[in-house]
């Protein structure tokens, strides 16, 4: 955990000041970060905007939106939430975010399977939600949900329960790793690869066994497939 308390407020405070940027998914980004800080009371610490940014994404997974433009609002909205959350969860401690690892678990896997349950038109509407680019909104959920999860990962204590590990990793990167979007894809994978380059401290027992598990099941798939090929 960083436990620097100045540099937390400047990363929050960079994040408020991409407001001048072009681009208008990092202008999303400022304005959620800043009504989240309107909304926590008293001192601004990493605990407060960690716990306020967890309880407003789970808000945006029972917004019921059945226009495209609204989805996409919604979706922008997620991406930017889950940019703060990433950016906050290492100034947390390990102890808040393996106490609150139920909700925040909950949340980031509500969010990949809501994301993946979108059914995307062909119009130009549904481009504006996904496109063979990986530049959508919908890919972009998906790969801060990545990353954002990895943070998550990093930070807890290595006295979670290997089932709760289990879970989250396999509602989340494991199941990303099959995404067909090549950016999806990589965000996973990446997500997954620095988790298991962790040094100090180490990735937690269980991130490893549940890895390691999925590669020998895609090997045992893999020859498999070329055992049937051969006798073809």
Do not use: W
């Amino acid at each position: 955990m960083m436990d620097d308390q100045e540099s937390f407020l400047e990363v929050l405070n960079s994040l408020t000041e991409l407001s001048r940027s072009r681009d208008p998914r990092s202008v999303r980004i400022a304005s959620v970060a800043s009504a989240l800080i309107e909304v926590v009371e008293g001192e601004i610490t990493p605990g407060k905007v960690y716990a306020s940014t967890v309880t407003t994404l789970e808000g945006t997974l029972h917004q019921v939106q059945d226009e495209a433009n609204l989805v996409l609002d919604s979706l922008v909205t997620q991406a930017a939430l889950l940019n703060i959350l990433g950016a906050a969860v290492p100034y947390v401690s390990s102890s808040v975010v393996t106490g609150t690892i139920g909700l925040t678990s909950r949340v980031l896997r509500g969010i990949v399977s809501s994301c993946l349950s979108i059914l995307v038109s062909d119009d130009a509407q549904g481009a504006l939600l996904d496109t063979k680019d990986g530049l959508g909104a919908i890919s972009t959920v998906l790969c801060n949900a990545c990353a954002t999860t990895a943070e998550v990962l990093r930070n807890l204590s290595n006295t979670t329960e290997d089932s709760v590990i289990r879970q989250l990793l396999h509602g989340t990167l494991m199941r990303l790793l099959q995404d067909p979007r090549q950016k999806v894809h990589n965000s996973a994978k990446d997500a997954l690869s620095g988790l298991l380059l962790m040094k100090s401290p180490s990735c937690h027992p269980s991130i490893l066994k549940t890895t390691t598990k999925y590669v020998n099941a895609q090997i045992d798939s893999y020859m498999k497939r070329s055992s049937k090929h051969g006798k073809s």
